[in-house]
């Protein structure tokens, strides 16, 4: 049984920065594509970034482009989200998930419905 186990988060000020980790067992986290989403509160899910199964190429909401990063240790079954010069509207809970499947096109990692399993979820909130 894959699980998806998150870190990270919290309380931070504008202007800061914070890392998610998310730990993945019971699976082949090496064939895994990670992605990473976020839901603020009465808006839909949606996509921040994603991260091929051998971390060659990565890709980012317009709205995180050039503050977040996403990353990956294979060796360690951990993905990331560093997460810099945060701003109140990126306040949410975040998720990290996976996705068995290989796509060719970029944009298919978007899709929350793509992804096979999902973390518990972790709170950021971003005070003014």
């Known amino acids: 049984q894959v699980q998806l186990v998150q870190s990270g988060g919290g309380l931070v000020q504008a202007g800061g920065s914070l890392r998610l980790s998310c730990v993945v067992s019971?699976?082949?986290?090496?064939?895994?594509?990670m992605g990473w989403f976020r839901q603020a509160p009465g808006k839909e899910r949606e996509f921040v970034a994603s991260?091929?199964?051998?971390?060659?190429?990565?890709d980012y909401a317009d709205s995180v482009k050039g503050r977040f990063t996403v990353s990956r240790d294979n060796a360690k079954n951990t993905a990331y989200l560093q997460m810099n010069s945060l701003k109140p509207q990126d306040t949410a809970v975040y998720y990290c998930?996976?996705?068995?499947?290989?796509?060719?096109?970029?944009?298919?990692?978007?899709?929350?419905?793509?992804?096979?399993?999902w973390g518990q979820g972790t709170q950021v909130t971003v005070s003014s």
């Open positions: 991260i091929i199964y051998n971390g060659l190429n990565s």
């Open positions: 998930a996976a996705d068995k499947k290989f796509h060719t096109t970029e944009s298919t990692y978007y899709n929350l419905n793509e992804y096979d399993f």
């Open positions: 019971g699976g082949n986290f090496r064939s895994y594509a």
